[in-house]
């Protein structure tokens, strides 16, 4: 059971931060002048990542070793679930996050604003997937 509990813990913590990044977060930043949300973006994405790929990880690997000391497969489903955030970052999200990283980027125009608004839709599919994750892991535990 504390394999479960801190998988979900760490499933909880990735799932609030993402979810306030795109409820909260990159909403404000959208009303900002596009430069200047970019600019914003950059250095916030840089921390965040690490944060939040080690709580996906851990989170993951923690639901997986669950389920393999028997908790029930309700935990492997979840620790995939949530696992998946990684590399949907690494192959669907990367071209946008380095698009949006370059240093030539013209942070003025309508391009830097629609790949702004395309990292949050794919920012949003992130957030969904934990929050699937953390909801079967509060199900499993009831």
């Avoid at 596009?34 to 709580?55: F, I």
């Avoid at 997986?64 to 679930?81: K, Y």
């Avoid at 990292?119 to 199900?139: D, E, N, Q, Y």
Wanted: hydrophobic share 55%; with cysteine; glycine share 6%.
């Amino acid at each position: 059971m504390l394999l479960a509990n801190f998988a979900t813990l760490a499933t909880a913590l990735f799932t609030g931060a993402a979810v306030y990044i795109s409820l909260v977060e990159h909403p404000a930043r959208l009303l900002c002048p596009t430069a200047h949300a970019v600019e914003q973006w950059r250095p916030s994405y840089e921390r965040a990542t690490v944060m939040q790929a080690s709580l996906a990880v851990a989170g993951s690997l923690l639901a997986i070793a669950a389920w393999f000391t028997g908790a029930g497969l309700i935990w492997l489903l979840a620790g995939l679930l949530l696992g998946s955030v990684v590399p949907f970052t690494l192959i669907v999200m990367w071209p946008t996050n380095k698009e949006l990283e370059d240093p030539g980027l013209d942070t003025t125009n309508e391009l830097a604003r629609s790949l702004l608004v395309h990292w949050g839709r794919l920012h949003a599919v992130r957030s969904g997937l934990s929050l699937l994750a953390l909801i079967l892991m509060l199900f499993a535990r009831a």
